[in-house]
């Protein structure tokens, strides 16, 4: 997709949630450097980040055990490693789904927002096949997840202020500061708000210039201590999202 097109894309969502485009531009930056696919064995696949901690969580008795000693489970985060590449953490998924479908697509972080699949029935979805059924729709699919995160959140409102201290305590954890994801979020705006005063009507095709430098990785060094969102009608099962150590801005 066109950069263009991806902000085009971004802004109408924006646009129905009532917040600056900006804004919601420098959260999937932060989230994802604004990737929306990886290559994963010949088709394209939304960016993940498998959580070994929360996939412990889910299991129980043999499934548990089996999980652990096939090095996919572990009750500390962060005790089981990402690989670096796309491809490798599908497949890792791959093997954790082999032994229990719903507990492993639940513990991957999805898409351009980085949305836990956990929250599956916390954000309305019928199942957590649903949930990512909407992140492998695409750049759009994607946004709503996001977006529907955030709104659920009560979170908006934070965007729409740049209140980007109360957005990254609801999103990133109260942890936030030891990332700085407050300034990271502030400095992304800035950038997307200057992205947002150029004309940014339909172009022919291959006009646009690519202007985004992807990240590592989808959301690498994430803050895995973060349970719950700020002010949500009622507390998501698991954890939130876990957050970027680094940033490429």
């Not at 917040?19 to 696919?37: F, Q």
């Not at 992205?195 to 994430?222: F, K, N, Q």
């Amino acid at each position: 997709m066109f950069d263009k097109e991806m902000m085009q894309e971004i802004a109408a969502v924006a646009r129905e949630m009532g917040v600056p485009a900006a804004a919601l531009a420098a959260v999937a930056h932060i989230e994802s450097g604004l990737r929306v696919h990886a290559m994963v064995e010949g088709r394209n696949e939304p960016l993940i980040r498998f959580e070994g901690h929360y996939f412990d969580r889910r299991l129980t008795g043999a499934k548990r055990e089996q999980a652990r000693a096939e090095r996919l489970a572990a009750p500390n985060a962060g005790a089981i490693a990402n690989p670096g590449s796309q491809a490798a953490r599908w497949n890792l998924l791959g093997r954790a789904a082999a032994i229990d479908h719903k507990a492993a697509h639940e513990s991957v972080s999805w898409g351009i927002g980085q949305v836990m699949g956990a929250h599956w029935a916390w954000l309305g979805y019928g199942s957590v096949d649903a949930l990512v059924a909407e992140a492998r729709a695409g750049l759009r699919g994607q946004l709503r997840l996001m977006s529907r995160f955030i709104e659920r959140s009560g979170l908006a409102d934070a965007l729409r202020r740049q209140d980007w201290a109360a957005f990254a305590r609801g999103y990133n954890g109260p942890a936030y500061r030891r990332n700085a994801y407050d300034t990271k979020l502030a400095d992304a705006y800035a950038r997307y708000s200057r992205t947002y005063a150029i004309d940014l009507s339909p172009s022919p095709a291959g006009t646009a210039r690519e202007a985004h430098r992807p990240l590592d990785g989808a959301a690498a060094g994430r803050d895995a201590n973060r349970t719950k969102p700020a002010r949500p009608a009622k507390a998501p099962p698991g954890g939130l999202l876990a957050r970027l150590l680094r940033h490429l801005l």
